[in-house]
């Protein structure tokens, strides 16, 4: 019996759970991690192998963009395997559209700059629109040429790298980690090396260290040299990567929807595969369910979390500048617990695929929840919902979020499901399966 009813091509009707949810779900790989890692298997070639690798559309336009370079890349499943490396003093032009996918298009402007060839980087609407300033102004530092033609520090961008060196960069950590990120992981192959210093108050430095962590794996020499709370000082030895075979961790920004499902409705679920220590910040996801008034036990192969559905599920206040993603995860859970919550510190993550401050507010009013719009975030008053349809805004996390609210709130519907393939296309499926659980 199918629990979810197509409306229109457009529309999807979403059913509620009937009690508590027992079960096992098996998350993509890590979009994240996968991506900063084919970064890395392009430059070290020959060799390389990527395994675990999620088919969202992020990870798609990642390959395709590499391709596009002319990377002899096979796949076969979740496996990626590389038989060349990028070749950096090719002079052909080369043109990559990223679609809507961020991350990939400024990790693929930055792999650009090592280029003697142009490469040109473009993407739809909505991507042009994506803040690139910051990473724009650091290539162009560094002595990348750097050419945007609509409009200065947006796609669609022309870069090469025939005049690039190493150095000093100082960069700010005031708008996205991507950018940081995308600067690091080509900066072995930099001349001089590079020493960047990221200041002011850090938004996810999490991430920052997950790229770290995926160039040790692949054989950089990186050291931090000063990390406070005003100053991340990083020094990148020149060098190569090293072919590596290497696994992707599952996704936990995607697991958080089956763990917050079991907030909110109570039961048990078992994530294969996701480890306490690990490179994702989103793992701590799960300590703020504990908070919230679920029990989480990690094992060898991967984290269990419960509620007991008669056990109080608690308001929280807490600052997700770490776990910016996760946003509309919290909010959703947070309109079903006893007692306002409060979530700071992520002011940045307007300039998202939407604003997820704002619209998120916008859709879940409609639902008649308060929702109050804040600086540097939003206070929840959990009160009665009703069901309504409501819009995704292009964004792949509002989409899924809403999903986990239809889970309590019954006549929930949402426009443009599809939109969720940016990272987990099977969510919808996945939805289902937890649900069939609570019938069982």
């Given at each position: 019996m199918a629990l979810s009813r197509v409306v229109s091509v457009a529309h999807l009707r979403l059913e509620t759970a009937r009690g508590p949810l027992h079960c096992s779900v098996e998350v993509p790989g890590s979009k994240s991690i996968a991506n900063r890692?084919?970064?890395?298997?392009?430059?070290?070639?020959?060799?390389?192998?990527?395994?675990?690798?999620?088919?969202?559309?992020?990870?798609?336009?990642?390959l395709e963009g590499l391709r596009a370079l002319g990377l002899a890349i096979s796949q076969v499943k979740e496996s990626v395997s590389f038989s060349s490396s990028l070749d950096l003093e090719n002079t052909d032009e080369v043109n990559i559209h990223a679609a809507l996918a961020g991350t990939s298009s400024r990790f693929l402007t930055a792999l650009g700059a090592l280029r003697q060839g142009n490469t040109c980087i473009d993407g739809f609407d909505a991507l042009r629109?994506?803040?690139?300033?910051?990473?724009?102004i650091a290539l162009s530092?560094?002595?990348?040429?750097?050419?945007?033609?609509?409009?200065?520090?947006?796609?669609p961008v022309v870069v090469n790298g025939v005049d690039v060196h190493g150095g000093e960069l100082t960069m700010s950590s005031s708008v996205s980690s991507q950018f940081s990120s995308a600067i690091l992981l080509i900066s072995p192959y930099l001349k001089n090396g590079?020493?960047?210093n990221i200041e002011g108050n850090r938004i996810s430095e999490s991430y920052v260290m997950m790229t770290i962590g995926v160039m040790l794996a692949f054989g950089a020499d990186v050291t931090i040299e000063v990390r406070n709370e005003r100053l991340l000082r990083i020094r990148v030895q020149p060098g190569k990567y090293a072919a590596t075979q290497f696994a992707v961790e599952p996704d936990a920004s995607s697991a958080s929807?089956?763990?917050?499902?079991?907030?909110?409705?109570?039961?048990?679920?078992?994530i294969p595969g996701m480890k306490n220590e690990s490179l994702q910040g989103d793992t701590g996801f799960v300590s703020l369910m504990?908070?919230?008034?679920?029990?989480?036990l990690w094992v060898n192969d991967g984290v269990k979390l419960s509620r007991d559905p008669q056990s109080v599920l608690k308001g929280v206040s807490v600052d997700l500048n770490d776990m910016s993603d996760l946003v509309p995860t919290v909010v959703s859970v947070a309109l079903f617990a006893r007692g306002s919550s409060n979530i700071s510190g992520v002011g940045f993550i307007r300039n998202k695929e939407s604003d997820r401050l704002g619209d998120l507010a916008v859709e879940l009013r409609k639902c008649d929840a308060d929702v109050e719009v804040l600086e540097d975030g939003l206070r929840i008053s959990p009160r009665p919902l009703r069901g309504t349809e409501l819009g995704t805004h292009h964004d792949h996390r509002l989409a899924m979020a809403f999903g986990l609210v239809a889970l309590k709130v019954s006549g929930v519907t949402v426009e443009d499901p599809t939109v969720v393939s940016k990272s987990w296309p099977m969510y919808w499926e996945m939805r289902e399966q937890m649900l069939r659980s609570s019938h069982e």
């Open positions: 890692a084919l970064i890395c298997a392009a430059l070290a070639g020959e060799g390389s192998i990527v395994t675990n690798i999620p088919g969202g559309d992020d990870t798609v336009a990642m629109k994506r803040p690139m300033e910051d990473l724009h530092h560094l002595g990348a040429n750097v050419s945007s033609s609509l409009g200065e520090y947006s796609l590079l020493v960047v929807y089956p763990l917050a499902a079991i907030a909110i409705c109570g039961g048990e679920v078992f504990e908070e919230m008034g679920c029990t989480a």
